[in-house]
């Protein structure tokens, strides 16, 4: 454990743990002073100031992050088409560099020897928060309480954290009617912990925080329009309320109010955590989940073939990695963003959506970058694409093919009187 002195800046949430936290720092004789990120959270931050003060922080600091939170991580992910394991939208990963080189601005700022957290010694977080802090400054000192013995072996479950709040005259509410542990910022929310250990388990109905349950999601269907620039949202049509809007946070606040009254952007995986083991998290993204889909449609109208298997190849999958296991101020992360703007020149149009319980339908899009070409692709015309020039493409394409079947003809490995691999012939 570190030095038990100096001034700590503790990354507060206004919780039990980062409560009770903030008072056993102070107990161990740092000057503990508290951060807040407001990253779209829904959340009392006044409450929460009052609340840190109360319980001994010496200063308490809150930065309005939202804005950066979506130009610099939200909107590149979605250029990226970033997903963890096919499914997860990266929502709690995204928001850390922000809140970590927020709170490293205000560590230096204020002159602090010690940053802390409030994570858990089995989880990301932990591991994303630390090094995004070591990426910024190399030198700062970490404090860590759930790795620290002294710490876990006193409070070895909830019930010891709400005994020495009720010590410390720290304020608590009672949360054993939802017994699982939430994070929350304007991309999504996360569940996890508590009855969704076990994975068989159904959430309960009234656990879903942001969306409308998909079958109570309004009848009618609501259409939209999103226009893009280089794989950016620049403008968003909402007929059905004469809006069109333009501004980049505007846009996607917009989203994440429709996809929640029409039950989008629910899931409940079981993943595998940078640390080793599995968990199982559920998570809303509502707005993030309506961009993406409309994204990833545009890209099949308006970018190269080649570029897009490179991109999907090699840039979704290595920066969705690098968020999820926190590696974003590194040389790699530095590495793979510099293609971005390079693979999304060309996104550039309209994609039409419906979206209805639960569901995002695209409907249409539209481009001016001519890659597509309706009569080329035309069952009902030439047009300018002659039919005898493909046999000479198969022939080429099946000389390795041939060849390896006549080998495997010679071996008795091949043909049709052999067992194959995939499919029912023997």
Not at 5 to 22: E, M
Not at 40 to 60: M, P
Not at 123 to 136: M, P
Not at 169 to 188: C, M, R, Y
């Amino acid at each position: 454990m570190p030095e038990k002195s100096g001034r700590v800046l503790l990354a507060y949430s206004g919780g039990l743990d980062t409560s009770c936290i903030l008072a056993w720092l102070i107990e161990q004789g740092y000057e503990v002073y508290a951060f807040m990120a407001d990253v779209g959270q829904e959340e009392d931050f006044e409450a929460a100031r009052v609340k840190a003060l109360k319980v001994g922080a010496k200063k308490f600091f809150l930065k309005d992050l939202k804005r950066e939170f979506i130009t610099e991580l939200i909107y590149p992910a979605i250029q990226a088409n970033c997903i963890y394991e096919n499914v997860y939208l990266l929502g709690t990963s995204l928001a850390r560099p922000v809140i970590a080189r927020g709170m490293i601005e205000v560590a230096d700022q204020e002159g602090c020897d010690f940053v802390s957290h409030g994570c858990t010694g089995k989880g990301n977080d932990q591991v994303r928060f630390e090094l995004a802090f070591y990426g910024l400054k190399p030198d700062i000192k970490v404090v860590a309480p759930w790795r620290i013995p002294e710490f876990y072996n006193k409070f070895p479950g909830r019930q010891a954290l709400l005994q020495y709040a009720a010590e410390k005259g720290i304020p608590v509410f009672q949360t054993a009617a939802k017994p699982w542990s939430t994070d929350e910022n304007l991309f999504h929310i996360s569940y996890e912990a508590g009855i969704l250990e076990d994975p068989n388990i159904t959430p309960p109905a009234d656990m879903w925080k942001l969306t409308t349950a998909p079958e109570d999601a309004p009848q009618d269907p609501e259409r939209i329009a999103i226009e893009f620039k280089t794989g950016l949202p620049t403008k968003l049509v909402v007929p059905a309320d004469a809006k069109e809007i333009t501004d980049p946070v505007e846009i996607f606040l917009t989203l994440n109010a429709l996809g929640r009254k029409h039950g989008i952007g629910r899931i409940d995986i079981v993943e595998n955590r940078f640390i080793g083991v599995k968990s199982r998290g559920c998570y809303e993204s509502p707005g993030a989940t309506i961009l993406r889909a409309a994204h990833v449609d545009l890209e099949g109208l308006t970018l190269d073939r080649n570029v897009r298997a490179l991109r999907d190849q090699f840039t979704t999958v290595a920066l969705s990695r690098i968020l999820y296991n926190g590696h974003f101020f590194t040389p790699e992360r530095e590495f793979i963003t510099s293609a971005i703007p390079t693979s999304q020149r060309t996104v550039n149009g309209i994609v039409k959506l419906k979206l209805y319980k639960g569901n995002v339908v695209v409907e249409g899009r539209e481009s001016e970058e001519g890659l597509y070409d309706s009569s080329q692709s035309s069952m009902d015309e030439l047009g300018g694409f002659e039919p005898t020039d493909a046999t000479g493409f198969i022939e080429i394409e099946s000389i390795r093919i041939k060849k390896w079947a006549q080998a495997n003809i010679r071996k008795g490995q091949g043909g049709v009187g052999a067992q194959e691999v995939y499919g029912s012939r023997v």
